[in-house]
């Protein structure tokens, strides 16, 4: 595995694109590697014949190790099937019990529904009367146009919104009009249709999705910034002739922060 960038510590195996028994030319593309950078093909240092295979597609290793075996003749080749035999059967009974235990982690998540109910709180209960206690109709600037457009009473309109405020999708609907998308986001409401983690859009409830290189690069290099020790420095600085000198320019349209961009350039 060679080191793709002066931070990669370890790779992953996207794709072969050459099998076992092909032959293979030095500078030639024979794998994509996924870095904390990006993916990248990985070129082959020597021409021959590729043996074996020992790390498949989806394996992880660190820099340095082995990940085929080149054969420059025909000789070697079957010296080398039987190293990479007896290499990949390692790696194989290695990686087995890492993938156990994360089953049983993530048993007892698609067991709490409860989790997901309160996205749908705010629609479930009874919309609260519009009118305040003064009797006026609290309703959005939005709505008020709306229903003057539309010609709906707000008498007779129930808000959904905070505190039993009138917005434009109540006025819609009371006046039987499809509801506005972009009503929404005028309003002020939050669009739930929008999913709070988009990163784990495509992991089903309970399953858990291992981080790509470049996540598990963010997570070290974000956990080692919690150790690097913080610090301020302050200066006690007089700025009796800058004010003075800003009450001069200032009727001409000069800005406080062009002085300071200025001195400190």
Not at 18 to 36: I, M, Y
Not at 156 to 164: A, D, L, N, R, T
Not at 211 to 226: D, E, Y
Request: contains cysteine; proline residues 11%.
């Amino acid at each position: 595995m060679p080191a793709l960038s002066s931070t990669m510590s370890e790779g992953k195996i996207v794709s072969w694109l050459k099998q076992p028994g092909d032959e293979v030319k030095k500078g030639e593309a024979v794998l994509v590697v996924e870095s904390d950078k990006a993916d990248m093909d990985v070129e082959c240092f020597h021409s021959g014949t590729l043996a074996a295979v020992l790390l498949p597609a989806g394996a992880t290793a660190p820099v340095g190790e082995t990940l085929a075996l080149v054969a420059e003749t025909a000789a070697e080749v079957e010296e080398a099937k039987a190293r990479g035999n007896t290499a990949a059967s390692q790696p194989s009974a290695e990686s087995a019990p890492p993938s156990t235990p994360e089953a049983p982690s993530r048993v007892e998540a698609p067991t709490t529904p409860a989790a997901g109910v309160p996205t749908k709180a705010p629609a479930t209960p009874a919309p609260d009367p519009a009118p305040a206690p003064g009797g006026r109709i609290v309703a959005s600037p939005r709505a008020k146009a709306l229903a003057r457009r539309l010609g709906v009473a707000l008498e007779s309109v129930q808000g959904s919104g905070p505190h039993g405020r009138i917005v434009a999708n109540d006025v819609e609907r009371a006046a039987g009009q499809p509801l506005s998308t972009s009503s929404l986001v005028r309003e002020g409401r939050p669009q739930t249709t929008t999913p709070a983690t988009p990163a784990l859009a495509k992991a089903a409830p309970g399953q858990a999705v291992a981080f790509t290189t470049a996540q598990q690069a963010v997570n070290r290099n974000m956990t080692a910034s919690l150790g690097a020790p913080c610090f301020q420095v302050g200066y006690t600085i007089a700025t009796d002739p800058l004010e003075a000198f800003y009450k001069q320019v200032k009727p001409r349209g000069v800005t406080m922060t062009a002085l300071l961009v200025k001195a400190v350039a």
